[in-house]
Each structure stands twice: as structure tokens, then as C-alpha cells.
């Protein structure tokens, strides 16, 4: 009997690490979800705003002119790939999503599927926009820094998967 209350306190603290990602992916899932549904509406606000700092008279340096030009370049590159970056970004959400639930079964398969998961994008994002999809540090660390640490941390807590 008490090896029986061991090992489930055992068990317990083992997959607490595990419980807490599956819970920050599901988290982090549902802010990406809303992002890809304002996606859209976030694109033109952000043109806007780039016409309004090209239009508002003052006098931008040659550096501020270049990140202008910039980011107007991704913005017409995202504009023009809106549909196929939206699905895929829906797919992918969706397969972390899915993953982490199998994860928090202690399933492996839903490692597998979490990582293709946070790696389609990324793939996707070089084909059809290169590295104009990085115009800042913000976006830069949302699409790299992120994944890396968990998919470093669920990678720690694999071994606790059947």
C-alpha cells in the first residue's frame, strides 16, 4: 500500500514539468489562434501605420527611411501569401495543440506531432517569405526563441513519455 502512495507521489512529481509546458503550449495555442484570426486586420493597421510615418512630414533619417521600406516589403510579402500563412499557421496551431494533449497522456507521438508542429511554420515562413519575416527582435524571439526553449523543454521531459 504505501509503495503504491510512492509511486504515484513519485509519478506526480515527474510529469509536473510536463503538465506545466502542455498547459503554457495550450495557453500560448490559444493566443496564437487569435492572432492568426486578426492576422488580416493587424496587416493593414500595420501599413497604415508605415504610410502614416512616411506621410507625417517629418524628416526620417536614412535608417528610419530603410526600416520603412522594410517593413513595408514584408508587409506585401505576408499581404501576398495571407491565405497560405494563415493555414498553415491554423495546421500547425492545431498539431501543437493536439500534441501537447497526447503529451499530458504521456504519449511520445504527441512530441512528434508538437514538434512538426512548431517547425511547419518556421519551414514555411523561409519559403515563401524568407527573411523578410523577421523585421524586428519582437518578431524575431515570437518565431524563434519560443519554440527553441520548448521544444528544448519538452525534449528534457521525453523520457517520461510511453
Not at 504505501?2 to 513519485?10: F, N, R, S, V
Request: a positive charge; glycine letters at 8%; proline letters at 2%.
Amino acid at each position: 500500500m504505501t509503495d503504491l502512495i510512492t509511486d504515484e507521489t513519485e509519478t506526480e512529481r515527474n510529469y509536473g514539468g510536463l503538465k506545466t509546458l502542455t498547459l503554457l503550449t495550450f495557453i500560448g495555442s490559444g493566443i496564437s489562434l487569435v492572432y492568426i484570426l486578426i492576422t488580416p486586420w493587424f496587416l493593414n493597421f500595420s501599413s497604415r501605420m508605415l504610410d502614416q510615418a512616411t506621410s507625417s512630414g517629418k524628416e526620417l533619417t536614412a535608417s528610419q527611411a530603410q526600416k520603412i521600406a522594410d517593413g513595408h516589403k514584408a508587409l506585401d510579402l505576408a499581404k501576398a501569401n495571407l491565405v497560405p500563412l494563415m493555414v498553415i499557421g491554423f495546421i500547425a496551431t492545431v498539431a501543437c495543440i493536439i500534441g501537447a494533449m497526447w503529451m499530458r497522456k504521456l504519449k511520445k507521438e504527441g512530441y512528434y506531432l508538437y514538434l512538426a508542429g512548431e517547425i511547419l511554420p518556421l519551414i514555411a515562413g523561409f519559403i515563401l517569405m524568407g527573411t523578410a519575416q523577421f523585421t524586428g527582435v519582437v518578431s524575431m524571439v515570437i518565431a524563434l526563441a519560443i519554440p527553441i526553449v520548448f521544444i528544448i523543454l519538452y525534449t528534457t521531459n521525453f523520457k517520461y513519455l510511453k
